[in-house]
């Protein structure tokens, strides 16, 4: 008996909370952040596109704590400028991301707008699964005219598919403590490839042939490709891509060579650097066992965080002939499917999104780059001595047009491995760095 | 379940419309037994549902999008494309790479966590004290967390790590492990035996305790050496757990080897190289990188045959039939 009320109390309890939960959430005019919820979201959004007035737009970025905290303050206010239109965001871990949004559009759901990394957009272009962007609220040369040249990668077959609120670049962080125990002055950080080349030799420690201070981070599978690609390779003079992007010009000129060997003598005949020293370049640059690296200014916040005692500098990266950084960014699409009053309502939401005062802000949130040159290039920003270099470096920064991220980053990887640990020639890894690349872009070009 | 049970309703019906006009309670409820048969199999169906639906349908259609060119993103139809996918597989080295090494994984993988399964039981199965504990000790691994052990594996392997600083000491030259393409392979099945170690000697354990001892006190009595005990007394009557160990073994291997590459390697996605790429890893990496579904689905069918010849083959080779 006593175990039959037991169990009723349970089942009781257990309704009550269902019920809780279940009005929670419909009560809830707040964002969800939980991924765990897609699912009811979903159903929310379905219900209110039944009512007339109310149009809800769905939106999904990864999780990253600082954009979705300013993207929940974004959205209150949107919201309350935009009596009638709803925005959801929902949130997924960044290594699942691909993942779950490739998941969810079999099943007809997902979002109507979306938060991509511009090296991911020509994969979803290519499937179909972005509309290009109106062109009556985002005219081309209005884009061109107030962006960095740079937002210019997620332009294809002459459509703006995507538009970033803001972007990031590399830049050199060096530790300015091991500088001054290596004798070397921390306000003057290096600023030639040769200067960078002594400035490692100097900062690094060996004992009996093993690292045991690196003065140079070297990873190809985190920084380590960009900086090849979009830094050394242009301040050589060189360029990875021709004007149409189909073919790969790396190998055309000596200078792409010239920066491969570059990038290689880290770890090779300087011997300053190691692949996966302390298991990568930033945990490397954390515990101080690295003296400079080569990282975005996405990691300002990490390194504020997680290593508030760091006594660290940044520099725009070292140059050659010319100057040159890599520059990234999370950019928002429309979904293919949008369309009509909803589309209007998801235009409104980017312009919103693009706007001065939400990059201002982004930039204190985030530490992530206003897209448009007349707010980044502020004094105020400029004179920045954490944002100054990263911003500094913007006019000359570039972003790589990417057919496969993940796959061209892997070819860089593959060259260097092969050169590391098989003992190849460098010209002949390069050379296949460069035919391997091109025929990625071959791959991609002949199923337009 | 309706179908099931209509027939044995209606002849009830018709049973009892010829004699007295039954109360539809009767009719609903039936027999006490019925109830209970009925009671139990929908207490069996409801997970047979699940299964179906979440295992047995999705694996079934994944035959049909091996067939099919189809992109993950796009909502568009996906085109039949007959045997392509599977040609296109065949001719990629980075899968012909990822089999070979999916074999490398299973034949070292599984032969060294049966050893050492073997050899910890039959030394745990001779003590008297405190094998309680080391049980303790060698399960330990097994109910830890892959992907901190791989962490943890990852540090100690580091050029500047413990193992490196031994190898200095004693006059070795450092090694790059997880760095070089030559050995990284080893040292992620090394970890994996190490973890599987453990499961193993549970599984051999209970094997052990089902031998008579009556067996060894007869071949005590012929003379026999202790390896001779081993060969013809304990390993034959273990038979039965050898075949099972290594079918689970192998089926496990082939899905942790997953976890396991993708934590230990350096680039995170079985490098360097590929050297550590496993079938698996490049099934994700195909479907959820590429988002070519037709393509990881062709290899995920390739993969099924794959396990379902060895499984056969183990089943035929390892189990033999000894009488005594």
Same mark, same amino acid.
């Given at each position: 008996m006593n175990r039959k009320w037991y169990l009723a109390f349970l089942g009781g309890m257990l309704l009550v909370f269902l019920l809780a939960a279940c009005s929670g959430n419909s009560d809830n005019s707040e964002s969800e952040t939980d991924p765990s919820d897609v699912g009811e979201d979903t159903e929310n959004t379905e219900q209110s596109n039944d009512d007339e007035d109310q149009i809800t737009l769905e939106y999904w970025q990864y999780s990253f704590d600082s954009k979705v905290d300013l993207m929940d303050e974004l959205i209150e206010e949107f919201e309350a400028e935009n009596p009638g239109i709803k925005v959801e965001q929902t949130n997924f871990p960044y290594d699942q991301y691909n993942e779950q949004v490739a998941a969810q559009v079999p099943a007809g759901r997902g979002p109507d707008v979306i938060n991509l990394f511009y090296g991911w957009v020509p994969t979803y272009v290519d499937a179909g699964y972005l509309q290009p962007l109106p062109q009556d609220a985002f005219p081309h040369d209005q884009i061109e005219d107030e962006f960095f040249p740079l937002v210019e990668a997620t332009k294809m077959?002459?459509?703006? %598919?995507?538009?970033?609120?803001?972007?990031?670049?590399?830049?050199?962080?060096?530790? $300015?403590?091991?500088?001054?125990?290596?004798?070397?002055?921390?306000?003057?950080?290096?600023?030639?490839?040769?200067?960078?080349?002594?400035?490692?030799?100097?900062?690094?420690?060996?004992?009996?042939?093993?690292?045991?201070?690196?003065?140079?981070? #070297?990873?190809?599978?985190?920084?380590?490709?960009? %900086?090849?690609?979009?830094?050394?390779?242009?301040?050589?003079?060189?360029?990875?891509?021709?004007?149409?992007?189909?073919?790969?010009? %790396?190998?055309?000129?000596?200078?792409?060579?010239?920066?491969?060997?570059y990038w290689l003598s880290f770890p090779t005949e300087l011997e300053t650097s190691e692949q996966g020293f302390y298991t990568d370049?930033?945990?490397?640059?954390?515990?101080?066992?690295?003296?400079?690296?080569?990282?975005?200014?996405?990691?300002?916040?990490?390194?504020?965080?997680?290593?508030?005692?760091?006594?660290y500098a940044i520099a725009p990266l070292p140059g050659k002939d010319d100057q040159s950084t890599n520059a990234s960014f999370w950019t928002n699409g429309i979904t293919s499917r949008v369309e009509g009053e909803k589309l209007e309502a998801a235009t409104e939401f980017l312009n919103f999104l693009t706007s001065e005062d939400v990059m201002e802000r %982004?930039?204190?949130?985030?530490?992530?780059?206003?897209a448009k040159e007349a707010v980044a290039m502020q004094d105020k920003f400029v004179d920045?001595?954490?944002?100054?270099?990263?911003?500094?470096?913007?006019?000359?920064?570039?972003?790589?047009?990417?057919?496969?991220?993940?796959?061209?980053?892997?070819?860089?990887?593959?060259?260097?491995?092969?050169?590391?640990?098989?003992?190849?020639?460098?010209?002949?890894?390069?050379?296949?760095?460069?035919?391997?690349t091109q025929e990625l872009y071959d791959e991609y070009w002949s199923s337009k | 379940m309706k179908t099931h049970h209509n027939p044995s309703n209606q002849t009830e019906t018709n049973q009892s419309t010829t004699t007295n006009k039954p109360s539809l309670m009767t009719k609903l409820k039936g027999s006490q037994k019925r109830q209970k048969y009925i009671f139990v199999y929908t207490c069996l169906l409801l997970p047979i549902l699940f299964y179906l639906g979440i295992r047995i349908l999705p694996t079934l259609f994944t035959f049909n999008v091996g067939f099919r060119d189809w992109n993950l993103l796009s909502s568009d139809a996906a085109p039949f494309v007959g045997m392509d996918n599977y040609v296109a597989l065949f001719q990629d080295e980075v899968f012909i790479r990822s089999i070979f090494n999916t074999i490398l994984y299973i034949a070292?993988?599984?032969?060294?966590?049966?050893?050492?399964?073997?050899?910890?039981?039959?030394?745990?199965? $001779?003590?008297?004290?405190?094998?309680?504990?080391?049980?303790?000790?060698?399960?330990?691994?097994?109910?830890?967390?892959?992907?901190?052990?791989?962490?943890?594996?990852? #540090?100690?392997?580091?050029?500047?790590?413990?193992?490196?600083?031994?190898?200095? $000491?004693?006059?070795?030259?450092?090694?790059?492990?997880?760095?070089?393409?030559?050995?990284?392979?080893?040292?992620?099945?090394?970890?994996?035996? #190490?973890?599987?170690?453990?499961?193993?000697?549970?599984?051999?354990?209970?094997?052990?305790?089902?031998?008579?001892?009556?067996?060894?006190?007869?071949?005590?009595?012929?003379?026999?050496?202790? #390896?001779?005990?081993?060969?013809?007394?304990?390993?034959?009557?273990?038979?039965?757990?050898?075949?099972?160990?290594?079918?689970?073994?192998?089926?496990?291997?082939?899905?942790?080897?997953?976890?396991?590459?993708?934590?230990?390697?350096?680039?995170?996605?079985?490098?360097?190289?590929?050297?550590?790429?496993?079938?698996?890893?490049?099934?994700?990496?195909l479907a959820f990188r590429q988002f070519d579904m037709g393509l990881a689905s062709a290899a995920t069918v390739i993969l099924f045959l794959f396990i379902l010849g060895l499984t056969l083959f183990q089943m035929k080779v390892l189990t033999k039939k000894f009488d005594y």
């Open positions: 077959d002459g459509e703006y %598919w995507t538009i970033p609120t803001a972007v990031r670049t590399l830049a050199l962080f060096y530790n $300015k403590d091991l500088f001054e125990e290596a004798g070397l002055d921390p306000n003057s950080p290096p600023e030639t490839w040769d200067e960078l080349q002594d400035y490692a030799v100097e900062l690094t420690k060996s004992n009996n042939g093993r690292l045991e201070q690196s003065g140079m981070a #070297w990873e190809p599978a985190q920084q380590g490709h960009h %900086w090849l690609r979009d830094g050394l390779t242009l301040q050589a003079g060189g360029q990875v891509l021709g004007d149409d992007r189909k073919d790969v010009v %790396w190998g055309d000129d000596p200078a792409g060579l010239e920066a491969f060997k370049d930033v945990t490397a640059f954390v515990t101080e066992k690295a003296a400079m690296n080569v990282d975005g200014s996405f990691r300002v916040g990490t390194l504020q965080s997680d290593a508030p005692d760091l006594n %982004w930039l204190d949130a985030t530490g992530e780059l206003p920045d001595d954490i944002y100054g270099p990263f911003i500094e470096s913007l006019p000359f920064a570039n972003a790589h047009f990417f057919v496969d991220e993940t796959r061209e980053r892997d070819l860089v990887i593959d060259a260097a491995n092969r050169v590391l640990q098989e003992g190849a020639d460098p010209e002949e890894a390069f050379n296949e760095l460069v035919e391997s | 070292l993988g599984v032969t060294g966590q049966l050893m050492f399964g073997i050899i910890v039981a039959l030394l745990l199965h $001779k003590i008297n004290r405190f094998v309680g504990l080391f049980r303790v000790i060698y399960f330990i691994p097994y109910v830890t967390s892959i992907v901190a052990i791989s962490w943890v594996f990852q #540090w100690i392997l580091m050029g500047n790590g413990i193992i490196n600083d031994l190898f200095v $000491k004693i006059g070795i030259p450092p090694q790059p492990f997880l760095n070089s393409p030559d050995q990284a392979i080893y040292v992620i099945i090394a970890a994996m035996i #190490w973890q599987s170690i453990g499961f193993q000697m549970v599984l051999f354990l209970a094997g052990l305790e089902n031998i008579p001892e009556m067996l060894y006190e007869a071949a005590d009595i012929d003379g026999a050496t202790p #390896w001779q005990k081993f060969w013809r007394v304990t390993v034959p009557l273990l038979n039965p757990t050898i075949v099972f160990s290594a079918v689970i073994g192998t089926i496990n291997f082939i899905q942790i080897s997953f976890t396991q590459v993708v934590n230990m390697s350096v680039d995170g996605s079985g490098g360097p190289l590929n050297s550590t790429l496993s079938i698996v890893v490049y099934i994700y990496q």
